[in-house]
């Protein structure tokens, strides 16, 4: 079992490395950092815009573009995104919209879905390939459009990671693109848009962001480099989630969530997640459970499952979360549990369901849900304990009591 606190020797990987996006800019009102950022990165004609739709109700977009074109740039925006959009609705708004524009810049200011459609939309621009056949690791065979990514949900992380989420009806499944293509040029980290996210959005995407950094921990691939981003990551969440859920104008929370969110994403981009998000895609891709929501449901109970192979690697991360008294006592089931029992405690105060029912999710359900999760192997392998098809059923009925 690898320790709690270890030397290189004790990770599982023989090699590790880190990629990211080309430059980012973090801070509150960043945003007027944009065009001449843009600006200095190169001579653009064509900019597409990719836009969460309460920013161009509320002028943000209207005003970005308005400052591009008085910089000579010609500018088309879309709000046709929607949350997390199948291939056929990505291939859709690629051909009425993005394909025409012949853009040879893109920018994508949303929450994680609106990212991944700009991310695929960039590299189905110089790609013959449909979004399908890109599904997969290094499938994209040819770079993309440079792109600019600014998040306004904290988060997915997507503005830093090579990943881009799709989701595919017939297979009743969410699947990744993952190409080190999809890496943004530009991000800018501005916590003011954040300002305005929902208390549901706010504690789903929070929770999200939590179990990209957890999972990353505990992942097989974890390295030296996925390590760093995921404590930090656990510790800024474990202390402004709440904060920010509770009060949405509070600022220094919400930069904390952002700033957290994208070490979250650096973390799964070095070391990967898990069984948590293998078994929340087919809760995506089939009953339509926001990604959010469906990882802070199974979180609790994959640790739970996980305990024995990761008890002493959650010490750090019980330290982290700033739970007291969680020392080394009984090989770090103490610090373990508390951990857990945080995360249930967490869902309860940011009124997270517990129960697959609200869903519409059936024990008729249950058997079909951890087939299809087993099939994600890409995320599957990095589970600390091998999950076989009892495991996986098993955790689903935890969660249908
Ligand atoms: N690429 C990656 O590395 C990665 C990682 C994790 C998840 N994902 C994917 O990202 C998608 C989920 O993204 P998400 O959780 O950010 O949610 P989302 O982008 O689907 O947005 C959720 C809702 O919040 C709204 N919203 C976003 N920003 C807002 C704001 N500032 N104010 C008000 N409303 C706002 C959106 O309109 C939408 O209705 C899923 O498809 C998931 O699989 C990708
Ligand atoms: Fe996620």
Known sequence: MRRGRHTLDQYSVPYYGFQTAGSIVAGRNTMIQLVPRIQRMGLFRQVFIVAQPSLKANGIVDQIAGELSQAGMQVRITTEVRPEPTADQLREVFQAEVSPAQPDLLIGIGGGSVLDATKLFSVMLTNEDDVESMVGTDLVANPGMPTVLIPTTSGTGSEVTPNAIVTLPEQQLKAGVVSPYLLPKLVILDPVLTISLPKPITAAT???????????????????????????????????????????????????????????????????????????????????????????????????????????????????????????????????????????????????????RVFHVTEGDVEPLALAASKVTRLMNNNPKKMDLDAIQEVYRKLLP
């Open 206 to 356: 929070g929770m999200d962001a939590f179990t990209h950094a957890l999972e990353s921990y505990i992942s097989n691939k974890a390295n030296p480099i996925s390590d760093m981003f995921a404590l930090e990551s656990i510790r800024l969440i474990a202390g402004s989630l709440l904060p920010s859920y509770s009060d949405g104008s509070d600022i220094t929370a919400r930069e904390k969530m952002l700033l957290g969110s994208m070490y979250g994403g650096m973390a799964l981009t070095a070391a990967g997640t898990a069984a948590v998000h293998a078994l929340a895609y087919p809760l995506g891709g089939q009953f339509h459970i926001p990604h959010g929501v469906a990882n802070s449901m199974l979180l609790p109970h994959v640790m739970a499952y996980n305990l024995d192979a990761i008890a002493e690697r959650l010490q750090p991360v019980a330290r982290a979360m700033g739970l007291s008294g969680s020392g080394s006592r009984e090989g770090g089931f103490h610090a373990a549990e508390a951990v857990i029992e945080q995360i249930i405690e967490w869902t309860r105060e940011l009124d997270i369901p517990q129960n697959l």
